[in-house]
Structures are given as C-alpha cells and as structure tokens.
DNA sequence: AGATTGTTTTGAATCGTCTCAAAGACTCGG
DNA sequence: CCGAGTCTTTGAGACGATTCAAAACAATCT
C-alpha cells in the first residue's frame, strides 16, 4: 500500500524529480553528495521503483515472452532455462507460457505478451503456419521461432530432426537390427514428420531388406509410449520389432516401462532408443540411447537472435540457425544384434 | 512499430477517446451503432490495447509471480500448472521464476517482480527466513508462500511433510525392513528436514530394533541420488540397508539407478521409495513407490489464497493450508521381506 | 413549448517515470 | 571582477489508457 513514488523521494531528498530519475539512470552525472542524499532518501522510504511507468515511458519493455508446447516435458524447460540465462546477463526477464499443444492457449498467451508489449517473444509454434504470428510480426512484435521453419519473416532456430532421424536409424541398423518402429505422434507435429523422414531415408539407404513399421500416438507422452510398449509386448516375439526409434523420451521411458512389466530385456529382447537426451533419459533404469538436442543453447541461441534484432533493427537480417543433433549410446540400444 | 493507440482509434471512428475506452471495457454502456463503429476501427488499425498504460493507470496488475526452488523438477512444473489453471480463469498470468535454490537469485526475481508491481507473488523460499520476503510484504506486495511455513505475515499452503515421512517409514518397518536409510540433503531445507523426523517418529515407534542410517547430499538432485547408491551397493550385502527412503523422486530416480548399474534387484535386494509422486516415478522401469503431494492443488490454493487477499485486503486474516500426504505403493518397495 | 428524466458522449485530469532544453552554480584565466 | 567554459540541477511535457463530472442529446409528459 506504502508504494512510494519518485516525488517523494525528491521531497525528502531536496532535489527534483529530474535528478532522482538521473540518479537511478545515470548516477554518474550527478555530484556525489545529492546522489548519496538521494540515495538515502530512497533507503528510508523504501521506494522500489516502478517499471510500469518506465516502461511507459520509454517505450521498450525488458521482458521476452517464451510459449512452449509442452512445459512437462524437461526438454522445453532446459530450452527455457538457457534462454534465461542469457536474459539474466541483459537484466532481462524470461516469462514461461505454456500452450499444451492447444491453439486456443497459445493464442491467449501471444495475446496477453502482446498486450504487455514485451520485447519480443520466442514461440514453438503448435501448428507451423500460424496467422496469429505473421499478425504479430506485422504489428511489430519481434519473434523467434524455436523448432520450427522459418518464412523468412522472423529467426529461427532448430534442430536438424531429419538427420537426427537418420542418424538413429543407421545406429539400429549398423547394431544388426532389420525390423524397427518408430513410435511416433501425429504427423502434423513438424518434428515428427521430419524424424520419422529421416529414419526412413536409413532404413532406405540400408542394402539389407529392413523392415520400418510405423505407430502412432496422439500425444508425445509417456502414458503414450507405454500403450504403444503394451501392445507391441503382447505381440509373439517373431511379429515383434527389434528396436524401437521413439519420438521423444517421454515416449522411449513409457515404452520402456512397458517392455520390464512384461519382462522383456532392454536391450536384448528390443533396443530402444529416443530423442532430446532429457537428463531422466540417462537416469532411466536402463540407461536410454537418444538424440541429444543442444537443448540450452536452442534458447541461448532464440534469444540472442531476437535481442540483436531488437538492438538494431534496422540494418537486421532475419537468419535461421540450424543445428546438429548428436547421437548418445547408452545401454538401452548398445547390444549388437544378430540378425 | 506501427502500434496504434486508443487516440487513433478514436479518431478514425470519430468518437472521443473517454468512448473508445468505454467500449473496451464497459461495452455495455455505449450505444450499439457507435460500439461498432469503434470495433471496426480498431480490426482496420490492428489496435492492441496496451497493458502497460492500462496497468499504471489502474495501479491494479493482472501477473502473478510464481518463485520456485527448481524448475528441473517435475514437482514445481506442475505447482506451476496448478496455479496457472486457476489464473487462467480470472484472466491473469503467472510468470515463473527459478531461484535454483540460489539466494542472490531469488532476490533478483523478487526485485524484478515487485518493479513490475505484480498483484502478489507466490513463493518457495530459499530460505525459511527471509528478510526480503518480508520486507516485499512490508511494503505491500501480497505474499503466499508454498511449502514453507508461515510466520503469520502472509497466507501459506504446504503439505505436512513430517508425516510424510513418517508414514514413509512406518511402510517400510510394516514390510519387514529392519535397515533404513535416508537419502535426504541439507537439514537447512525445510522439507528435508521434516522428512526426517518423520521417519525418525516412525522408527522410533517400531518395537524391533530398526535402524535409521542418514545420508546427505548437498542438492536434491538425480545425480546426488546416483551417488549416494553407487556407495550403498558398493557395500557389502550385510552392511547394506534394505531400503532406501529418498527425500525426492530425483533422488529416487538416481538411486535406482545405481542399484540396477550394479545388477542390485529392486526391491529384492533393496526397496526403494520416493518423495513427490512426480509422473516419471511412476514410469521408471521399476515403479516407484512415493509419498505423493498434491501437487498441482498446492498450486491451485496457493493462488486462490492470493486472489482473495488481493480481493478484499481488509478483511483477510491470513491462514495456513496444510495437506496430507498420500502413500503410493508400487514395485520398488512391494515385497514383503522376512527378516 | 418547457420541464423532467434518462441515455450517451465528451474531455480534462491522472497514474509514475523519463527526457531534454534551459537555467544555475562553479572554476579559472586574464 | 568579468566572461567563457564546465558541471549540475531543474521542471515542464510526453507516454497511453482510465475515470468521472459535466455537457449534449433524446424521449416522455404537462
């Protein structure tokens, strides 16, 4: 209720309100006694001062608005916390939206950070072409796009999913494997398009005859990928895959789960291996192989991208950055199989 | 760049501004010929209202802070998605700040949110005293704390960790187990504490001799829990525990892991339980059995607590929610053991 | 027509801070 | 002691929306 204003702390101080606001912005060009006056004055009454009216003011907010897909899954939340980390070193603020994969959500978020006028925002997209955020753009909101493609409105930053994909499938396939699933999510979802392409295009390139077989889910869980494991474990073990390529690790640990409740050995009986390297994939009772995305730097990247637009948005050219992913071997795919 | 404001809008639908205003917030009051001419202005000028003004004008803001201890631990996410449900509701946000269990990091988000003079903040605190929370409460900013007890200056909510931990420990002794071990971290946090001295009340009221053995791992995290199991299962079988009672689901996670690294069968050769009922506990390839919180209603309240004061500051007296824990039974610690 | 009542619309004041041109205070050489 | 430079400090507008007393307008009744 106490929330004191500029005003008064130029009151107790003597001085004006112009060299309050000096001191708080540019002490150095204030003599050193007012400004300890000044900064006494601030000690005893508390004054915090408010950045609503800064931002008023001068018309550029510090904040970035960060929409992800999924904030249960960790993979986004390491996304975030890199983007924080930078945001810290511009005493900038990161705000976490989470859309849930649901347009409505995102959309009232995008509205909301819109409404705040936040710097700029990073946005994993639920659906790629989005109206709402070509709208945006166009009213002048900065944005990044965090995996997904660019139209050359905004930056982006990504992943290669396709090569990921590709990179999986040869793993499973070098490891003497000739009948693979990939258990995946709805083919809307970009990334899943791209890795399931990209572990067709192994399965392709393979002299062998392999074999892919392809399930899909509604939603990148791990409830998910333990219905898919349920149902490819009551399978008879010569229908069976023998190795799983999973559309994430939330899938891969419900997967897995579902081949030690019926007593199938990972890696012996079917190999697993997922994608993002989420820090529980290596906790996992049986260590899981996975892609490993640079998850931090993903939002290291977005946000510098956007803060140098904002910086200078004149002589600022729109750029995607892409990524490689990186294979990580761990015990769920490390057998070698005989085919 | 090109934001319009109320002014323009105004002026293209040849009203006042005092009327644009008025269609934005009271529709209802202006007369529906002039409420649609302002409506078509602001579709062919692209309008967005700007919060910002709106805030400082109104002196009331529409965010809510939300400070956690660990944004990694699935626990806090959905605390998070809890309290975000119900400020969904009533047309706010919450932004979610990590103070990664760093003191100098939780003041800068305090600072950070009392600056944008947010509605209230919601927070675990690093600390059980915290001259800052109060001096934010002191100067008027409305604060709940989560999983932290009160000091009589603001609402909490928490769960009744002490007898968490002693139910905890009462199922161990129930199944036979003669040799505990907590695998907990510093006694400074509060919860760890707690935890504790349940299981310590437990095994206290056990008849037979039951042991409690202590270890402490300077964060809660599942690299710690790994750590500690990797020395347990170095050690010979009649020296080791038999269960395990880890102050997390992170822990627990890491700890069980090392006993599978080591060929330890769980929970034949040792039981193991967990701390949170996060959703990865229960998709561990063995399941794990926890002491389960509330956690998205811990959330959910904590907000709600919020709202009201904000409501109606005056005749709010402060309270302390507290919930019970609830025990989840699954395969790492099912076994009944004949000592 | 004039009075009365009710409905819409107006526009000036306000929220707390920043900015910047201009005024004030000091210093120093001549 | 004056005048030309430096430093400091001042104070009057913004910024964009909300509020509210008052004005304008409309409808109804004598």
Redesign the pocket.
């Known amino acids: 209720m106490a929330?004191?204003?500029?005003?008064?702390?130029?009151q107790l101080a003597?001085?004006?309100?112009?060299?309050?606001?000096?001191v708080?912005?540019?002490p150095?060009?204030?003599?050193?006694?007012?400004?300890e006056r000044v900064f006494e004055a601030i000690k005893k009454l508390g004054?915090?001062?408010?950045?609503?009216?800064?931002h008023?003011?001068?018309?550029r907010s510090r904040t970035v608005g960060l929409v992800v897909l999924d904030v249960s899954n960790p993979f986004f939340v390491d996304v975030a916390q890199g983007a924080e980390s930078v945001a810290d070193d511009h005493d900038s603020m990161v705000v976490l939206c989470n859309s849930a994969g649901d347009t409505g959500r995102e959309r009232r978020h995008l509205d909301q950070l819109e409404q705040q006028r936040v710097m700029g925002i990073l946005i994993t997209p639920v659906e790629t072409e989005s109206p709402w955020v070509e709208e945006l753009i166009a009213r002048g909101t900065p944005v990044v796009l965090v995996d997904s493609p660019a139209t050359g409105l905004q930056c982006s930053v990504a992943v290669d999913d396709r090569l990921g994909g590709q990179i999986a499938g040869a793993h499973l396939i070098e490891r003497g494997h000739r009948r693979i699933m990939f258990v995946g999510g709805p083919m809307s979802i970009k990334q899943v398009a791209d890795r399931h392409a990209g572990v067709t295009s192994a399965v392709a390139a393979a002299d062998g005859a392999v074999e892919l077989l392809t399930s899909s889910a509604p939603t990148l869980t791990v409830a998910e990928g333990r219905a898919i494991g349920e149902r490819v474990a009551a399978q008879p073990p010569d229908e069976r895959p023998t190795a799983a390529f999973c559309a994430n690790d939330m899938m891969a640990l419900g997967f897995l789960q579902a081949m030690a409740s019926h007593g199938l050995r990972v890696p012996e009986d079917l190999a697993i291996i997922g994608y993002d390297d989420i820090d529980f994939a290596a906790a996992a009772a049986v260590p899981l192989s996975s892609v490993r995305q640079p998850r931090e730097l993903l939002g290291r990247t977005a946000i510098e991208l956007l803060l140098e637009e904002v910086a200078e948005p004149e002589q600022h050219r729109h750029r995607q950055v892409i990524f490689q992913p990186d294979l990580v071997i761990r015990e769920s795919s490390a057998l070698r199989r005989d085919s």
Request: hydrophobic share 40%.
């Open positions: 929330t004191r204003n500029i005003k008064e702390v130029a003597r001085v004006s309100v112009g060299t309050v606001s000096n708080l912005n540019r150095e060009i204030v003599s050193p006694a007012t400004r004054f915090v001062r408010n950045e609503v009216a800064r008023l003011r001068v018309g």
